[in-house]
Nanobody
């Protein structure tokens, strides 16, 4: 699976931004999808994931209530809607795909990352 993330940019604090990740190469609906982020000088953080059907989602506490993950299997795309953005959300955001169990296991495929900068 090849993953292409896009939608990053510069946004003011409190504003929204939507990231997209388009998959190609294999059956998108066979994979659980996740969004991660890595801020400068910090470790990569798992922030949201969604199962293959879109019926189950998980959010890190740091984004719960502000971010929403969704997918459109017909378009081979997973989205991350980010609302009420804060300067601490500034990071490079990555999408990733994995098969197997939704709640555990390594991610098999990674996108290239898209940069989000939130100004105060």
């Amino acid at each position: 699976v090849q993953l292409q993330a896009c939608g990053g940019g510069l946004v003011q604090a409190g504003g929204p931004l939507r990231l997209s990740c388009v998959a190609s190469g294999r059956t998108f609906s066979a994979y659980h999808m996740g969004w991660f982020r890595q801020a400068p000088g910090k470790e990569r953080e798992s922030i949201a994931r969604i199962d293959w059907s879109g019926g189950t989602t998980y959010y890190a506490d740091s984004v719960k209530g502000r971010f929403s993950i969704s997918r459109d299997n017909a378009k081979n795309t997973v989205y991350l809607q980010m609302n009420s953005l804060k300067p601490e959300d500034t990071a490079v955001y990555y999408c990733a795909a994995r098969s197997g169990i939704f709640t555990s296991g390594p991610y098999d495929y990674w996108g290239q990352g898209t940069e989000v900068t939130v100004s105060s």
